[in-house]
């Protein structure tokens, strides 16, 4: 039974600056969520209850916002407002939440790195924050299936657009009896486009074995000098004595990216539409504003 999440926060969210000067990027809203709020529950949707995030310095507000706030549940409490009391309530009690920190950001394989205490010798999941998983498509629980199965890692794989492909860690890959999973033969880091062996882009979710520790620790610095968490699997899935086989599960249902400016207002009007409460109305104004305001552009 998998029962431990890794989530690497330690990034500085540069690319969301000034908003990210003294807010963690993590905490940027999604709609009216923090986007690390989506990452968590979706954790927990998959039984994953021991979350493990891997943060560094100005990440305090993280902790804050899976922790109790009494002063506000008592104010809530005071005026009888129970809908937004279960809002305030509902982050605290997802998951038991630990911290570490990462010190000198290193890249992901180190941040990786950073769980194993905390891990030990079991397989567990990494969840990275910009990719959000429409919790109606269940991708992590498929994953844990299958690594439950073959036993070694499991990562989450997406047909991209070829031009996309240097954006993502890359696999070739060979098909299995499941039409939904590969077996991994190579992974590369940000390929250029040339040298892409596949437009299987890996989509930041993990299900690992912990030997991927004791490869993380002689990893060297990869793409962009990082030490790079594609690098470990690749030296795992050519070996299966010291931890392989790494199967792919491909997954075709809806992914939202909060990586870049772009993308992340793509995730809220994404998002926005399709909630009960919002989605109608916006919708509406949405297609007003679309046809009407833009009609010229
Ligand atoms: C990381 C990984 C990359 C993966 C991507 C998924 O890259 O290194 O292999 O494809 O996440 O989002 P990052 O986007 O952090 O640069």
Request: charged share 30%.
């Amino acid at each position: 039974m998998i029962k431990k999440a890794v989530i690497p926060a330690a990034g500085l969210g540069t690319r969301f600056l000034p908003a990210t000067k003294a807010t963690p990027k993590e905490m940027l809203p999604v709609v009216d969520k923090p986007a690390i709020q989506y990452v968590v529950e979706e954790a927990a949707a998959a039984g994953l209850s021991d979350v493990l995030m891997i943060t560094g310095r100005n990440k305090r507000p993280l902790e804050d916002h899976f922790d109790r706030n009494y002063e506000l549940e008592s104010a809530l409490t005071r005026k009888g407002d129970a809908e937004r009391l279960l809002k305030v309530q509902e982050s605290s009690e997802l998951a038991t939440m630990h911290y570490v920190r990462q010190g000198d950001p290193r890249g992901l394989g180190h941040a990786v790195l950073c769980a194993e205490p905390h891990v030990g010798d079991e397989p567990f999941a990494v969840l990275l924050g910009d990719d959000l998983i429409d919790p109606r498509d269940p991708l992590l629980a498929r994953m844990i299936e299958v690594q439950g199965r073959e036993g070694g890692s499991v990562v989450a794989l997406m047909e991209v657009d070829p031009e996309q492909v240097h954006l993502y860690g890359c696999a070739a890959a060979e098909a299995t009896g499941d039409p939904d999973v590969v077996r991994i033969t190579g992974l590369v880091e940000k390929p250029d486009p040339a040298d892409a062996p596949s437009n299987l882009a890996v989509i930041g979710r993990y299900v690992l074995d912990p030997s991927v520790f004791g490869v993380l620790k002689r990893t060297e610095p990869g793409r962009g000098g990082e030490i790079q968490l594609t690098d470990a699997l690749q030296e795992l899935a050519g070996d299966e004595k010291i931890g392989g086989p790494v199967h792919g599960v491909v997954f075709d249902g809806r992914r939202y990216d909060t990586g870049d400016r772009g993308d992340y207002l793509r995730a809220i009007v994404g998002l926005a539409c399709e909630r009960e409460d919002l989605g109608p109305g916006f919708r509406a104004w949405l297609r007003h504003f679309v046809t009407d305001e833009m009609a010229g552009d």
